[in-house]
Every structure is written in C-alpha cells, then in structure tokens.
C-alpha cells in the first residue's frame, strides 16, 4: 500500500513564497505520476499541478501556471510544489496524489488518481 505525507503549509501573506513537499512511502522504490490538488474553503477540490513519470512532463492550471513550479526528487521519494506570488484565493487544503494507473489522459482529473496524502492547510492572508 501506498502512502502519502504532506508538509510545508501555513499562514503566509500575499506576495509571498511557500514550498510544500510530499514524501511517498511504499514497499518498493517504484514512481508514479504525481499530482497536486486543492481545495478552498466551501468549494470542490480542484486540479493545481501535476508531473509524470518517467517523462516528467509538467502540468498546470491556468490559475497556477507562471507562479507555480512541481518537482520531485526520485532519491527521496519526495514531489514538491514551489508557490510564488501568493494570492488570498490561493488559500486551501492542498493535497498529493500518485496516479496508479500511469494514465495521461486523466493527470489533471481528481478521478484519475489512486493515493491520496491527508492534505495541508495553505492560508495566504494579511
């Protein structure tokens, strides 16, 4: 069984930077595409980021993308979603995934993925 735990996350104000880091745990050292997803207070989870594997070809929402970078280091089973430039609409419970199934066609649904982390609290306020 896969499992997956996040950190990084907290109070930060607009502007500035936060990185949050996922590190999957599993009984054999194989990868997965990985995903990043959150979800605002009172709203439905949502897609943010995601990167492939062994490709590591990169995905972004539109409302992410230029201020958001997704990484992973294979060595320590680690996926990392560096934000810049937070925005007070930024603010969720941001969660990790690992897609299972390595199927592209669904790296940016929240269906398409298999393992979930528990989610970190990100709060971008004054």
């Known amino acids: 069984q896969v499992q997956l735990t996040e950190a990084g996350g907290g109070l930060v104000q607009p502007g500035e930077s936060l990185r949050l880091s996922c590190v999957v745990f599993g009984p054999t050292s194989e990868q997965y595409p990985m995903g990043w997803f959150r979800q605002p207070p009172g709203k439905d989870r949502e897609f943010v980021s995601a990167i492939s594997w062994p490709a590591a070809t990169t995905y972004y929402s539109d409302s992410v993308k230029g201020r958001f970078t997704i990484s992973r280091d294979i060595t320590q089973n680690t996926v990392y979603l560096r934000m810049n430039s937070l925005k007070p609409e930024d603010t969720a419970v941001y969660y990790c995934?690992?897609?299972?199934?390595?199927?592209?066609?669904?790296?940016?649904?929240?269906?398409?993925?298999?393992?979930w982390g528990q989610g970190t609290p990100v709060t971008v306020s004054t």
């Open positions: 995934a690992a897609q299972f199934s390595f199927n592209l066609a669904t790296i940016t649904r929240l269906d398409g993925y298999t393992y």
